[in-house]
Each structure stands twice: as structure tokens, then as C-alpha cells.
């Protein structure tokens, strides 16, 4: 039987419109074995919790560089516990000033990566978390 891989959601919440950062995790994660959706520029938070419901995935990884960062997470992570599907790992990145962290944590994003983070310390940190439920 075959191993059941990792399912990463890659989104971009919010009109921000850069998504280099985006592709690199996504690129990281697929290049470590894991299954990457990437949903592509300008998500809403309930778009982003529809496409993971139905992606059936065990990680959001959100990017963002506008600064919507403190409305935009919390609001997908408490969509996810409206939809029953709190059990799926939230993770932030992108320009976040390190006084939002704090706050991002205690709404639910179980880690936020900022820029300069070697993509394997995110690599580790979804196997660390999830590798025991897969």
C-alpha cells in the first residue's frame, strides 16, 4: 500500500500580487514529496477554506506581503472551525512585522515563516506537525 503523502494548500489571500515567495515554499514542499495545490493570486479567505475542504489537505500555508495579515489569517483559521475542519495545520508567511506574530499565534496560525526562512525549516516544521498523522 502506498504511503499517504502530505497535502499542502498554498494560497494567496488578499489583493496582494506577488507570489514569487508563494512558489518557492510551494515548489520546496512538492520537491520534499509532499502534494501541493497552489490556488494562484487573490484569494478570499472563504475561497481558500473551500479549496482545502475539497483538497481534502492537512496544511494551509498562506503568503502575504500586504499587510491584511492580522484580518486575513485569523479569518480563514476561524472559517476552518466553522466548516468542522479546525484538525487542518495553519501556517503564515511573507513580510509580517515580528510584533504581529504573537497576536497571528493566538488566533490559531501555528507558525509564521518569514522572509530569509530556509525552506527546509518549513519542511520540517509541517513533518514535525503532521508526519504522525499521515
Known amino acids: ?14 489583493l496582494d500580487g ?5 512558489k518557492v515554499i510551494a515548489r520546496s514542499l512538492r520537491d520534499a514529496g509532499m ?3 497552489y490556488t ?12 482545502a475542504i475539497q483538497e481534502d489537505v492537512d496544511v ?6 500586504s499587510g ?17 475542519a479546525e484538525d487542518i495545520l495553519v501556517l503564515g508567511g511573507g513580510v509580517i512585522p515580528e510584533a504581529d506574530i504573537p497576536f497571528l499565534k493566538e488566533r490559531g496560525i501555528a507558525e509564521i515563516f518569514t522572509p ?5 525549516k518549513v519542511v520540517k516544521f509541517i513533518r514535525d506537525k503532521i508526519g504522525e498523522k499521515v
Open 1 to 14: 500500500m502506498a504511503e499517504k503523502r502530505i497535502r499542502v494548500l498554498v494560497a494567496k489571500p488578499g
Open 18 to 22: 506577488h507570489d514569487r515567495g508563494a
Open 35 to 37: 502534494e501541493v495545490i
Open 40 to 51: 494562484g493570486l487573490r484569494q478570499t479567505p472563504e475561497q481558500i477554506v473551500a479549496a
Open 60 to 65: 494551509v500555508a498562506m503568503s502575504l506581503l
Open 68 to 84: 491584511a495579515h492580522n484580518h486575513l489569517f485569523p479569518k480563514v483559521v476561524e472559517l476552518l472551525k466553522e466548516k468542522n
Open 116 to 120: 530569509g526562512t530556509p525552506t527546509g
